[in-house]
RNA sequence: GGGCACUUAGCUCAGCGGUAGAGCACUUCCUUGACAUGGAAGGGGUCACAGGUUCGAUCCCUGUAGUGCCCACCA
């Protein structure tokens, strides 16, 4: 017997043990050798992360496709796995060494510290998979990977060769984006930009009057960054058409000054035509340097003064004007984001800000600050650390991105993989267009090493381990050297792009890889799709020569119920274990696919959970309901040879249902799919078939009856197999206690057949149980507009009505009088006076309450009705006066309309003969 | 600067060329033999604004305003 209430709590992990040892989720078995196979890579969450929204969100909609073209009969393979997570991961540790007070990770060296790491990914790695297990994930876990586990190192190893030997992965010296607090270079991708705006009021300076120390000194004091410093830098001698001894450049960023080695104008611009001319140079302030003006397309003469300092070691666009114009680069900046030795020595040891600080004000006591002005600009932010990133002068390796991203192109283009929705194309095809190289190093200690290994002249070997380098060495050097292995490791993403390969047994020539790849979808976020997606589809297309999936279903993040990202630091994350715990896994799913067809994100409140949960409390309290009435499925039962109209009705609604959420299952519209079996739930099978049947079921016609339960099991059995992929738990455990000729039924709903109905829908006996449904509705609201008490039970007398209404009415008179609340039906030929009326089709329905009713709000009632008619068909006359309308519509709106004027018409007659009885 | 979205009931959002829907909230009534995590009946919307296309526009097009996001740049 089930319990009164439902108890998700207890129920969850014993559903969650029988799938486990039924090994239900074991991709390749034997008895689907034949079936269609369908994969799903996992988006990899990081081994030390927790489960949040993103996650659920992500992760429910992957498992509700997961188990549908399971139960569609498809031999499924849901891989599963985690993130090594470089930099994040490498952070956690480091942190929690901090708080335990321990030595840092430079004490201790680099092997005690991965060791570490890897101490603390066994201790906490199976966190996210286990609360991956709770949501209910139907992954194969058998099949559990890891990015740094041995056979995807392999694979990563055997790409980095193989893309260095291509020619696709180079060693450069060029600018990078550096972490000063991670100590280590980021992608592009990895850099956030920061709106910094000045602190303080504008400045404005005059050289002749330079501020007054102490004022310039405590407004620096508050926060030198966001604001526009003009500075002067003397011409090294007059120049001849020039009428200053001076030119004016701005910054944001006063301490790179020191390492400016140039100063570019427009060659086109009058102003310093002559300045260009005569070669002239400025000495550039507090360095005492002496650099040239240099004539380059990059200055704007519309912005500034149209000159601009050149800092080729410190900004992306002076880097490229260096080049171009054969100037120095000068690094004033360590990897702590401190001066170098290459600056005076005021200033060398100091941090970027306070030499920022220092050297406006040793500017401004030479007369050489002209202005400082407050601006609004960006600021590049590492997005982990949160730091200013600096434009950095190092030895990186870097992949040539762009090569990889045309073939990652034409296979959108070609729709060999599209973009659900399709308009990702567009931002995934902006970006892929215009990529970048890609910096793959990383200066960390987590991840994958990279297999370069150098010889004593600096020379280096790529190889697929430290032997094979060696034996390279050796032919180059003629001679056995010492080599010594690259320290630094791989992007993260690197070991990510090759997921859907690596983790199917790439480069072995694995059965899994020959049957599950390409992949059937990814499913994922937004956000990700420049870090990961791309990724991917570059590496796999390079790779394996075919795309890495068909479809690429893109879904929104979650927020919070204003709209505004979860986040610790705001304290608005819901945690979806707490919800969870509330509510039940099923609760949470169902809430998240019943939003996931919003735009770009969802607001999720917890109402919505708990109004979802009652869902599930609905289902359990159906199905008790079954139990309790002796609903039991019959092995043999054939919905296509139902007799009763009540049960020919629902079965039709069943398939109706079912047809509507395999629809949206099979387009990824997952909240028409979970919408249309919440609506059939609640909205048809509980509110009205349910109810409708009961007088059957107490009543004493066991055929009738018999069919009956028959019929509510096999309803059961329909519902619980297409909520199955929403609500995976509630949906097995009554499953389990729904029997099956007295005994418990063996099998798992999980391991079912997906219901594919047809032929049992019929337009009359539609039409019979809606005039049903009309009837009982009518009758209901008449009775709380009248006030009649909720228990009084009231005659109704039927008049005017045809054979077919009166035969209705007598099949369904028991159903009726029980849901409306009557006495008795009977037959007139006009209705009794001092009654309240209602008008269905030809029929009108008296309820006589004389002494009763409130004669003025039966007035009321019925001239609200006749004027809601009128409008109604007012509005279908005025359309089918005008003649294009029904010259150029299609048939059936035309018909609409006149069946609206006909209708109408026949309702406004009588419920206006209702309403001159009551006057009269 | 370029791009992508969004604007529908008090709130959160579906819908989408043919007389506007759900959940929550609200009002009234109901402990009726599955369920008060429930049932019944209600109230509430010129579908942001202005043009256009169409027989017909909440839906398609153009523009305006507001909001959000992404990318780039920023002397």
Redesign the pocket.
């Known amino acids: 017997m089930l319990e009164?209430?439902?108890q998700p709590a207890t129920i969850e992990p014993r559903i969650r043990d029988d799938w486990e040892k039924a090994e239900a989720f074991k991709a390749g078995k034997p008895e689907r050798a034949k079936a269609t196979p369908y994969a799903i890579v996992i988006p990899p969450p990081n081994v030390t992360g927790s489960l949040h929204m993103g996650h659920a969100l992500n992760n429910t909609l992957q498992d509700v496709l997961c188990r549908f073209e399971r139960m569609r009969g498809k031999d499924v393979l849901w891989q599963p796995g985690t993130d090594h997570a470089g930099i994040a991961t490498q952070m956690v540790v480091e942190r929690q060494m901090m708080e335990r007070q321990e030595p840092n990770r430079r004490d201790i060296g680099r092997e005690k510290f991965v060791e570490k790491v890897w101490g603390w990914k066994e201790e906490s790695g199976g966190t996210i998979v286990n609360q991956l297990k709770r949501l209910g994930a139907s992954c194969d876990w058998s099949r559990e990977r890891f990015t740094m586990d041995e056979g995807l190192s392999k694979a990563v190893v055997k790409v980095f060769v193989e893309l260095h030997r291509a020619g696709l992965i180079y060693k450069d010296k060029r600018l990078v984006n550096w972490d000063p607090k991670f100590q280590t270079a980021i992608s592009?991708?990895e850099?956030?930009?920061v709106e910094k705006r000045g602190s303080f009021t504008w400045i404005c300076g005059d050289p002749e009057k330079p501020f007054e120390a102490d004022a310039l000194g405590k407004v620096l004091a508050k926060d030198p960054s966001g604001h526009?410093y003009?500075f002067r830098y003397p011409l090294t001698k007059a120049v001849a058409g020039y009428d200053k001894d001076y030119i004016v450049?701005?910054?944001?960023r006063p301490e790179t000054m020191l390492g400016d080695t140039g100063v570019?104008v427009?060659p086109e611009d009058a102003r310093y035509a002559a300045l260009v001319a005569a070669k002239a140079t400025v000495t550039l302030p507090l360095a005492g340097r002496v650099i040239p003006i240099v004539a380059d397309e990059?200055?704007?003469?519309e912005?500034?003064?149209?000159?601009?300092?050149i800092t080729p070691a410190h900004?992306?666009?002076d880097f490229e004007v260096g080049k171009r114009q054969g100037l120095d680069k000068i690094n004033v900046l360590t990897a702590f984001g401190k001066m170098t030795d290459d600056v005076p020595e005021a200033y060398r040891g100091l941090d970027r800000f306070e030499a920022r600080r220092r050297v406006v004000a040793d500017l401004n006591a030479l007369g050489l600050l002209e202005k400082i002005e407050p601006?609004?600009?960006?600021?590049?932010h590492g997005d982990r650390s949160n730091v200013v990133i600096e434009p950095w002068l190092t030895d990186q390796w870097y992949c040539d991105a762009a090569t990889l991203a045309k073939p990652a192109i034409a296979a959108i283009e070609s729709g060999k993989t599209q973009f659900v929705p399709k308009?990702w194309e567009?931002?995934y095809f902006?970006?892929m267009n215009?990529i970048q190289p890609w910096c793959i190093s990383r200066q960390l200690w987590w991840g994958h090493q990279i297999p370069a290994w150098y010889g004593p002249d600096g020379k280096f070997f790529v190889a697929e381990d430290e032997s094979s380098a060696a034996d390279a060495a050796k032919k180059h050097y003629k001679a056995d050297v010492v080599l010594k292995r690259d320290e630094d490791v791989l992007d993260t993403w690197f070991s990510s792009g090759l997921w859907p390969f690596s983790t199917l047994g790439w480069p072995g020539k694995t059965p899994e890889l020959k049957r599950f790849y390409p992949t059937s979808v990814l499913v994922t976020g937004?956000?990700i799709i420049?870090f990961w997606v791309a990724r991917m589809m570059m590496m796999s297309l390079h790779v394996m020569k075919e795309v890495p999936f068909k479809d690429i279903y893109i879904h929104a993040l979650v927020?919070d119920?204003?709209?505004q990202?979860m986040s610790k630091s705001k304290g608005n994350v819901m945690d979806p274990l707490v919800i969870i715990d509330e509510y039940g896994a099923d609760a949470l799913r169902f809430t998240l696919a019943r939003?996931a067809?919003?735009?770009?994100?969802?607001?999720l409140?917890k109402?919505?959970v708990?109004?979802n949960?009652?869902f599930?409390?609905?289902l359990w309290?159906?199905a008790?309901?079954a139990e309790?009435?002796e609903c039991v499925r019959q092995r043999d039962f054939d919905p296509k040879k139902i007799k009763q109209p009540l049960n020919r009705w629902i079965a039709g609604e069943t398939e109706r249902a079912a047809s509507a959420v395999t629809a949206g299952l099979e387009a990824y519209?997952f909240?028409?799919a979970s919408?249309a079996i919440?609506d059939f739930v609640?909205?048809v099978f509980?509110?009205w078939y349910?109810?409708l049947i009961?007088?059957i079921?107490?009543g004493d016609d066991d055929i009738a009856k018999t069919e009956t339960r028959a019929t509510v099991a096999w309803v059961l059995d329909q519902i619980l197999k297409l909520l199955h992929p929403f609500m995976p738990f509630i949906t097995e455990e009554l499953w389990a206690h729904m029997v099956e000729h007295g005994v418990a039924r063996q099998s798992l709903l999980t391991l079912s057949e997906w219901p594919e109905l047809k032929g049992l829908s019929n337009q009359a006996v539609d039409d019979e149980i809606g005039w049903v449904v009309k009837l009982?509705?009518e009758v209901?609201?008449v009775?709380?507009?009248m006030?009649i008490?909720?228990?009084a039970k009231i005659p109704a007398i039927v008049s005017g009505a045809s054979a077919e209404t009166q035969t209705r009415a007598r099949d369904h008179d028991e159903t009726i009088q029980r849901l409306a609340?009557l006495e008795s039906i009977t037959f007139a030929k006009t209705a009794p006076k001092g009654s309240a009326l209602i008008v269905i089709g030809e029929a009108t329905v008296a309820l006589p309450l004389e002494g009763v009713i409130d004669m003025d709000a039966e007035r009321k009632r019925l001239e609200k009705g006749i004027a809601q008619a009128e409008?109604?068909?007012g509005?279908?006359q005025a359309?089918l006066a005008?003649d294009?309308?029904v010259?150029?519509?299609?048939e059936h709106?035309v018909e609409?309309?006149r069946k609206?004027v006909t209708d109408?018409t026949e309702t406004i007659k009588r419920l206006k003969a209702a309403l001159k009885r009551i006057e009269a």
């Open positions: 009164k209430t439902y592009d991708l850099v956030v930009q526009m003009h450049v701005a910054t944001t570019a427009h990059y200055s704007d003469p912005k500034g003064t149209g000159a601009v300092k900004d992306f666009n601006t609004s600009h960006t600021v590049p308009n567009k931002t902006e970006w215009n937004f956000d420049f927020r119920e204003k709209g990202k939003m067809a919003q735009g770009r994100d969802i607001k409140a109402a919505t708990e109004g949960r009652n599930a409390t609905k309290n159906a008790r309901f309790m009435n519209k909240n028409d919408g919440y609640w909205g509980c509110d349910l109810e009961k007088p079921l107490m009982i509705s209901r609201s009775r709380t507009e006030n008490p909720a228990g609340r409008s109604d068909m509005k279908a359309w005008n294009s309308n010259a150029k519509s299609p709106v609409l309309n609206r109408g």
